[in-house]
């Protein structure tokens, strides 16, 4: 079988690891502190809080930027749950946004709409859905011009660029996650990033039961930490993202090139002026299920990111306004496949992907 994710962990990783077990100091310490450092500077960000997982930091930021019951954050319609579900946890409300066609990213003009319709939002929450950067110039302009905040769910972009500027450092914050199947990973954990000292400060806070020194509580906070263990696994992934990042993107110009012109099949977006880091290689076709099992039965695993928008799961159909619809996300949710791209991919793998997509169609 050929998975659609598969991690890569070398020997450095496990040397890392050992020296975390042998030092006796396993939760959160000095080789957290090292990878919020690397991390920060790699994607241009001033601080960086590391925690457990992607979720707990859009948790931690979505409960420390001060909003109140009845503010709205905008997010799209067709992204994992977990970028809504922070809203909720702050006790906000989601309020969806169409997506673009040919991008699956927030489209800005729906943008746009909603925030002329709705003075209540109060934020717009981006994502680079499969590792594409969004259309920053867009958002940038809008969110100044609506006095909105701008911030990135980036856990799935890694490295991508935005005319040569990484994509998490565009906003007031951002959040990258590092679970197994991310562009990198530390078994599972998260990092927030800000340009804004008192919002990492307020992040680090909630993270850590609210407490600044041992056993002194000044606001309310969780346990959302990263351990030295996951960070020592985070700092030796990081000097592997270029190498993991080109090899994704290798993979899926032959992609490009070997899959072009096969009527009914749509490639995804290349954007001059972005780096796509290809968290996932996604092609669309309305007969998505019958070749998502055509390949199943020839041993390639795929995935359907997502197969149900955000607005129609039943955590959120009654919060949503029943005039709105998102014609895009719902066309995108019955069409979009992605196909195996990971850097552990071999030559062999990829040829027999290539072959057998083009055998379906044939
Ligand atoms: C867009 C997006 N946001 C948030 C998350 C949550 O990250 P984690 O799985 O590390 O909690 C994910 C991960 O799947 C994601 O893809």
Redesign the pocket.
Known sequence: MIPIARPQIGEEEKMAVLEVMESGMLAAGRKVREFEEAFASLIGMEYAVATS??????MALMNCLGLRPGDRILVPDF?????AN?VLSAGAEPVFCDIEADSFNMCPDEARKALQADPAIRGILL???YGLPCAMDEFLDLAEEYGVLLLE????AHGALYRGRAVGSFGQAS?F???P??NITTG???MVLTKDPDLAEKVRLHINHGAPRRYHHEVLGYNYRMTDIAAAIGLEQLKKLPDFNGKRQENASIYQEELKGIPGLTLPRIDVDCEHVF?QYTIRTRERDDLAAYLQAEKIGTGI?YPIPLHQQPLFRERTNENQSFPQSQKASKEVLSLPVHPALSEEELAYVVDMVKKYYQ
């Not at 997982?53 to 859009?58: K, Q, R």
């Not at 992204?79 to 970028?83: H, R």
């Not at 769910?153 to 799935?156: G, I, K, N, S, V």
């Open positions: 997982s992607g979720t707990t930091a859009l992204t994992f749950v977990a970028t922070s994502v680079h859905l769910d980036a856990a799935q959040i996650s590092f679970y199947t991310k599972e954990g998260g968290h990111h």
